[in-house]
């Protein structure tokens, strides 16, 4: 069974750049198929897509977050990883890793200075 890991901080100040990685096991992130994504709910609000790197390493991202998103991943480690520049109050949210069957338990993000 494959299993996400979120990891990072947990407060981030105005400003500056949030940054989580996704640790999976029990599968590779380049196995044919599979699309590995960064998922955010802030607090009262639905899920919202941030965006996804492919098993070949091909990116997409939210229209409305793709000019402050980055992902990348690390095949050796089976990681990928989450960039968010300029961060706001309003990216206060708990932040989920998913390859779309499974997720990651989730890890919130506030931002406040």
């Known amino acids: 069974q494959v299993q996400l890991l979120e990891s990072g901080p947990g407060l981030v100040k105005p400003s500056q750049t949030l940054s989580l990685t996704c640790t999976v096991s029990g599968g590779s992130i380049t196995t044919s198929g599979y699309y590995w994504t960064w998922i955010r709910q802030p607090p009262g609000k639905g899920l919202e897509w941030i965006g996804t790197?492919?098993?070949?390493?091909?990116?997409s991202y939210s229209p409305s977050l793709k000019s402050r998103t980055s992902i990348s991943r690390d095949t050796s480690n089976n990681q990928f990883s989450l960039q968010l520049t300029s961060v706001a109050p309003e990216d206060t949210a708990m932040y989920y890793c998913t390859n779309w069957i499974y997720w990651g338990q989730g890890t919130q993000v506030t931002v406040s200075s």
């Open positions: 790197i492919d098993f070949r390493g091909s990116t």
